[in-house]
């Protein structure tokens, strides 16, 4: 076996040589993502062009992630990592400052200015509550937002066109199919979001903020942005204003774990309603899903949350 083992490891890399041989006469590109959004646009706009893969496993929590060695190797392997900004997403920056040497960085949310967004939207927003905890312009969850979720993918089309011009038109159609889609999710937003029953939406962890201010409701985070839990007096009050207003549902992310949430239910009768803010998909998912086809099911769940009594 020791005379065979030389051999069978010259076989394996011989092997390795001639499958990256093969992609780079075939124009491929190895492209690996941060969030699922940015994923599916790789895969809308690029189609078979590209090999692309989410960092993430599924059901992953991005605030809690951290990638092995053996990870940030593959990585490194790469030709390209697209996140949404090293300021919106620290473990993204980390792997960012390791393999830089060795793969292309495309942060596609680098030019957006969130605090200005936030700001133009503000005329739509509730007075902050005392128990809601501030996510300002560091929250990460900008994709739900569709203006900037085409911003970012446009971003996405113009980074794979430089790298494999010879498919720079078609790119260009199947952003603008891509394109087309999220405006008419924007239409599906504006229009459950026009006159609601309910202002205040009660979610598992502040993600939602990009999608209140733009639309014109308020969310309500049982916990922060980063997971962390609200006090006691937060506790009684958000338990204290639930019943207030007979809020019927609260909104549970499938990659968040979250104890309180669950006593809240319990004290108040609401009823848990699925909303994923598509940081990762769940083993649960359907394999095909896309930006758009998670976004109708969130569409349908804040429908129920914002117009249900």
């Known amino acids: ?172 159609e199947n952003f603008k199919v891509l394109k087309n889609d999220i405006e008419e999710i924007d239409q599906e937003l504006t229009a459950i979001t026009e006159n609601p029953v309910n202002t205040d939406v009660y979610i598992s962890h502040e993600s939602i903020g990009y999608l209140a201010h733009q639309y014109g409701f308020h969310q309500v985070g049982i916990s922060g942005l980063n997971n962390q839990e609200p006090s006691q007096q937060e506790l009684a009050e958000i338990i204290e204003n639930i019943k207030a207003e007979n809020i019927p549902y609260i909104l549970y992310e499938p990659n968040v774990v979250s104890s309180v949430t669950d006593v809240i239910r319990s004290e108040t009768n609401t009823e848990p309603l699925y909303f994923n803010n598509l940081e990762s998909l769940t083993s649960e998912d359907p394999s095909d899903a896309t930006y758009q086809s998670m976004m109708k099911k969130n569409i349908e769940t804040l429908d129920k949350a914002l117009n249900s009594k």
Do not use: R
Request: aromatic share 6%.
């Open 1 to 172: 076996m020791k005379k065979l083992f030389p051999a069978l490891l010259l076989l394996l890399i011989l092997a390795a040589c001639s499958n990256d041989q093969t992609n780079e006469e075939d124009g491929e590109l190895t492209i690996y993502t941060t969030v699922f959004p940015l994923t599916s646009f790789v895969e809308q706009i690029a189609g078979d062009t590209v090999n692309v893969k989410s960092i993430y496993p599924p059901g992953a929590d991005m605030h809690s992630y951290e990638p092995t060695q053996k990870d940030m190797m593959s990585y490194s392997d790469g030709d390209l990592f697209i996140t949404t900004s090293n300021d919106l997403d620290p473990v993204a920056a980390s792997i960012a400052e390791t393999v830089s040497g060795d793969t292309e960085i495309i942060e596609a949310a680098a030019d957006i200015d969130t605090e200005a967004f936030l700001e133009s939207h503000h005329e739509h927003d509730h007075e902050e509550d005392s128990h809601d905890h501030s996510h300002g312009s560091l929250d990460p969850h900008l994709w739900l937002s569709p203006k900037l979720a085409a911003e970012m993918a446009e971003t996405v089309k113009i980074a794979l066109a430089e790298h494999n011009p010879e498919s720079a038109d078609i790119y260009e």
